[in-house]
């Protein structure tokens, strides 16, 4: 025998990990129901303010590789909008989509684990792993952006929104001084992005990085759909095609 702990059903109901369906879930909001699914138990308030953030954050970053694939599979089968759907969200990976898992496998994987730190310490540690990336030639994920050199705008929220919910901790502090000592050791400005900033609150939310990438992945995916209904009314995948081919 097959079973599941998510969920399941009969001929009179169907339940949501020990909930019922129709007469409990239908009176919840989706962020409950999704961190009933995914973390077994409904969200704190501070976590579902969270949760909501990362989900958000995540829906669109306009005309990406993501949004382009579904676009133009889309424009190759137009009955298919789970294909386009699912096109859109094979690529993400360690350059797109994706970074939020490999910035928070980084971070864990950097930062030895314990109670607390000290600025002096947690400085020490990011001054020492840039050092070592550095002389390996390995970009550091999370840390960097090619627009807002001057400072990612969604850092800044980002950390404000997890210090008012209490999940400003070790690993977001060394986030910030990871990008501090590659500023001071490049002499240029390297910002931390937003990817960068989300893996390290994931850690600190006592969260995997698979499922940052997770809630990364759902959030997006409205944003996708988005841009598949825009594609059925206005296409632009004929028009990819001919740049691409030179017509």
């Given at each position: 025998?097959?079973?599941?702990?998510?969920?399941?059903?009969?001929?009179?109901?169907?339940?949501?990990?020990g909930?019922?369906?129709?007469?409990?879930?239908?009176?919840?909001?989706?962020?409950?129901v999704?961190?009933l699914?995914?973390?077994?138990?409904?969200?704190?308030?501070?976590?579902?303010r969270?949760?909501n953030?990362?989900?958000?954050?995540a829906?669109?970053?306009?005309?990406?590789?993501?949004?382009?694939?579904?676009?133009?599979?889309?424009?190759?089968?137009?009955?298919?909008?789970q294909?386009?759907?699912a096109?859109?969200?094979?690529?993400a990976?360690?350059r797109?989509?994706?970074?939020?898992?490999?910035?928070?496998?980084?971070?864990?994987?950097?930062?030895?684990?314990q109670?607390?730190?000290?600025?002096?310490?947690?400085?020490?540690?990011?001054?020492?792993?840039?050092?070592?990336n550095?002389?390996?030639?390995?970009?550091?994920?999370?840390?960097?952006?090619?627009?807002?050199v001057?400072?990612?705008?969604?850092?800044?929220?980002m950390?404000?929104i997890?210090?008012?919910?209490?999940?400003?901790?070790?690993y977001?502090r060394?986030?910030?001084?990871?990008?501090?000592?590659?500023?001071?050791q490049?002499?240029?400005?390297?910002?931390?992005?937003?990817?960068?900033?989300?893996?390290?609150?994931?850690?600190?939310?006592?969260?995997?990085?698979?499922?940052?990438?997770?809630?990364?992945?759902?959030?997006?995916?409205?944003?996708?759909?988005?841009?598949?209904?825009?594609?059925?009314?206005?296409?632009?995948?004929?028009?990819?095609?001919?740049?691409?081919?030179?017509a």
């Open positions: 025998m097959f079973n599941s702990q998510i969920g399941g059903g009969d001929a009179h109901s169907i339940s949501v990990r909930h019922d369906l129709v007469n409990d879930l239908f009176n919840r909001d989706f962020i409950d999704l961190a699914e995914l973390l077994g138990q409904f969200p704190t308030p501070e976590l579902k969270m949760l953030l990362f989900l958000v954050s829906t669109d970053h306009g005309l990406t590789p993501s949004a382009l694939s579904a676009r133009l599979t889309l424009h190759g089968a137009p009955e298919s909008m294909g386009a759907l096109a859109g969200l094979l690529g990976g360690s797109f989509l994706g970074v939020i898992e490999y910035s928070a496998r980084f971070l864990r994987d950097a930062l030895p684990q109670d607390s730190y000290t600025d002096e310490e947690l400085r020490h540690f990011a001054q020492e792993c840039v050092k070592a550095k002389a390996v030639k390995r970009k550091i994920p999370g840390v960097g952006h090619p627009i807002h001057d400072g990612d705008p969604r850092c800044e929220r950390f404000e997890a210090r008012d919910c209490g999940f400003y901790g070790n977001s060394f986030a910030v001084e990871l990008a501090a000592a590659a500023a001071r490049s002499g240029r400005k390297i910002p931390l992005n937003a990817t960068g900033a989300k893996g390290a609150i994931v850690l600190d939310m006592g969260l995997t990085p698979e499922l940052g990438k997770a809630l990364t992945m759902i959030g997006r995916s409205v944003g996708l759909m988005a841009h598949i209904i825009e594609e059925q009314q206005h296409p632009i995948g004929q028009k990819v095609w001919d740049m691409a081919s030179g």
